[in-house]
């Protein structure tokens, strides 16, 4: 199972941008899946998850200007990110929870999301 992300970018603050995560492989094994952002030097910070059947839990911090949707015909997610401030630039990672034998952890490999003038 791999998780790639696109998207992402440069935006000013009050923009929009959008990040995407497609699954390939088994990806029936993925349940469900969201978004983590770390900054340098800091701890990796959750932003979002939705499950396969698309209910959706936010940082409470984030719930008002970022929505996670999943495409299960494709295994893709989507944040969308709106009214975004400085302090929204990060690395986004894209995460799934994997059942195997033993439930497993999967992550993308990032992608960076700047906010500036």
């Known amino acids: 199972v791999q998780l790639v992300e696109s998207g992402g970018g440069w935006v000013q603050p009050g923009g929009s941008l959008r990040v995407s995560c497609a699954a390939s492989?088994?990806?029936?094994?993925?349940?469900?899946m969201g978004w983590y952002r770390q900054t340098p030097g800091h701890q990796r910070e959750w932003v979002a998850a939705i499950t396969r059947g698309r209910i959706a839990i936010y940082s409470e911090s984030l719930k008002d200007r970022f929505t996670i949707s999943r495409h299960n015909t494709n295994d893709t997610i989507i944040l969308e990110m709106s009214s975004l401030r400085p302090e929204d630039t990060a690395a986004y990672y894209c995460?799934?929870?994997?059942?195997?034998?033993?439930?497993?952890?999967?992550w993308g490999q990032g992608i960076q999301v700047t906010v500036s003038p």
């Open positions: 995460w799934g929870r994997a059942h195997f034998a033993t439930v497993r952890d999967i």
């Open positions: 492989g088994e990806t029936f094994r993925i349940a469900d």
